[in-house]
């Protein structure tokens, strides 16, 4: 092993990145991350963000209004009657619907007229 002289040692610790104060580094390092967000935000077109404010404000609704039908469906799930009586009553208005609907001829044709014609509307 090699020693170093003492003057290779001096320009070693002259180079250092250490500071000899650490607060007055980090400060400045702060003020210089802080002009740059400044830049950075000065750039922006400030008159867009009223469109991304509302897509992200109602994207957060959604996600709120999904977690909380969630936990209500989760907690009727944990009643011991409810889930069952939720199926029945599913069955009867499906049931009810496609008597209503689907029970003859002419009413099959109006049902598969509407749906064509929502499938026009909205697909094209």
Known sequence: M???STEERQDFASASTEPATPGVDLMERFQAIVANANVALDKVDWSQIGRFAKATGIILAVIV???LIKGVIDTINLLPLVPGLL???G????G???WDNL???EKRQVVFDRLQTLRKEYIG
């Open 91 to 94: 069955l009867v208005v499906v």
């Open 96 to 98: 009810k619907w496609s």
């Open 65 to 67: 209004a999904q977690i």
């Open 2 to 4: 090699s020693e170093t």
């Open 103 to 105: 029970a003859t001829g």
């Open 87 to 89: 199926e029945l009553l």
